[in-house]
């Protein structure tokens, strides 16, 4: 299978506040085979983490966000990139965290420190190969297990906030079906008739790119 090359180099880096702007995602999915069907979200969760080589932790994809690109398409580069993965990305992020790259871990100044701006990404596929398949391997996780491995304190804060999201989303969900009508066959076809005469339909969700909000502040460096 072919697969476009990983993207090399800073040329295209983003800046603010003289932070490189990082952009990760944890992908994730959905257990449909669990016994249990009275057990929380989060029970049913899976995360993917990669591995580098001679390590035994583990981290979540994430990357430079780059200039010709939205915070969006940036976190889901990296998922492809590094764990050969494609899904759907929420809008919203997780949130945003600033922390110091791996080389300047024990530096005092602000050299070498990112801000990272993490979604939540639900697997749809996972391709046989990928552009980084040789510098990551993937492993599919439990929440605990993920927490336990995972490389930097930051990114446990991130897997908390996603834990806590999903379990708030799984609980609206679950609000929302109590509260839906009950027709018997032939009403139910009525009703999607009316709705349908009226021109009722389902509109999505415009995107709206969190880098508009950056654009006035991001300074691109060599």
Not at 15 to 27: F, T
Not at 86 to 114: A, H, M, T, Y
Not at 147 to 171: H, N, P, T
């Amino acid at each position: 299978m072919s697969f476009l090359p990983a993207r090399k180099g800073r040329h295209r880096q983003r800046y603010q506040d003289h932070l490189r702007l990082v952009a990760g995602c944890i992908p994730y999915r959905l257990q449909k085979d669990v016994e249990d069907s009275n057990s929380s979200v989060t029970s049913r969760i899976n995360v993917l983490m990669i591995s580098t080589p001679n390590r035994d932790d583990l981290v979540f994809p994430k990357g430079g966000w780059e200039n010709d690109e939205t915070v969006h398409e940036a976190a889901c580069r990296e998922a492809l990139e590094e764990a050969g993965v494609k899904g759907i990305l929420d809008e919203d992020p997780l949130g945003v965290w600033e922390f110091r790259s791996k080389s300047r871990q024990n530096c005092c100044n602000r050299e070498g420190g990112c801000r990272g701006y993490m979604f939540a990404l639900e697997v749809t596929e996972e391709l046989d190969s990928w552009a980084e398949q040789t510098s990551y391997k993937r492993q599919w996780l439990s929440p605990e297990e993920a927490y336990k491995f995972c490389r930097y304190d930051w990114m446990r804060d991130a897997l908390q906030v996603f834990l806590r999201a999903i379990e708030e989303r799984g609980s609206r969900r679950a609000e929302k079906l109590v509260e839906l009508p009950m027709f018997p066959a032939a009403d139910s076809m009525a009703e999607h008739q009316m709705l349908t005469s009226a021109g009722c339909s389902e509109k999505l969700p415009t995107v709206q790119h969190l880098e508009e909000s950056f654009t006035n502040k991001c300074i691109v460096q060599g």
